[in-house]
């Protein structure tokens, strides 16, 4: 006879492709690093060459002007050396290396437009404002120890990042 007052049980685990291998944390943190360095140095030059680094103040800060036109080269620089990976293998250069990908929740490869507009455009736009933008961009990196391993930005887009 069964007690009518247990607690029910049931499977509360979520149902996992056995395709996906999870990236770990330190494929994505090398990633990322391999990345930075890929937009940094282009970007430097061209800050070098434009003159950006003569208009700097003493805190080392850019009139308004060039803090917004530096964003917007930032972003060409980017999808300059990502843009075609982006769009056609869900991976960045630093991904490429690392061998791992972006892909949505159910395993299938992210459009570009979602790695784009969803998982890097919200994080960036929002990291501009001052103080916020600095905490927002740490909570989303800090969000990667979680058992899932996301960040705040592959919440808002709905993907993971996995290896290949």
């Known amino acids: 006879m069964t007690d009518p007052f247990k607690t ?26 391999l990345d930075t360095i890929f937009l940094m140095i282009p970007v430097a030059i061209i800050f070098f060459l434009l003159g950006f680094y003569a208009l ?8 308004i002007f ?3 036109m530096s964003f917007f080269i930032g972003i060409g ?3 300059m050396i990502n843009g075609y990976l982006i ?31 969803l998982r890097l455009l919200p994080i960036w736009i929002v990291s501009q404002i001052p103080l916020i933008g600095g905490i927002i961009t740490i909570v989303d990196a800090l969000l ?10 592959d919440d808002i887009a709905k993907t993971r990042v996995v290896e290949i």
């Open 8 to 33: 029910p049980e049931s499977d509360v685990t979520q149902p996992t492709n056995s395709q996906l291998n999870l990236a770990n944390r330190g494929l994505r943190f090398l990633g990322a690093l």
């Open 66 to 68: 060039y803090q917004i």
């Open 56 to 63: 700097m103040d003493s805190d080392g800060q850019l009139p």
């Open 87 to 117: 769009y056609n293998r869900g991976q960045t250069l630093g991904k490429l290396i690392c061998g791992t990908k972006v892909v949505t929740l159910e395993g299938k490869q992210v459009s570009g437009n979602t790695y784009l507009f």
């Open 144 to 153: 990667i120890f979680r058992k899932d391993h996301n960040c705040l930005h």
């Open 77 to 79: 620089v980017y999808l």
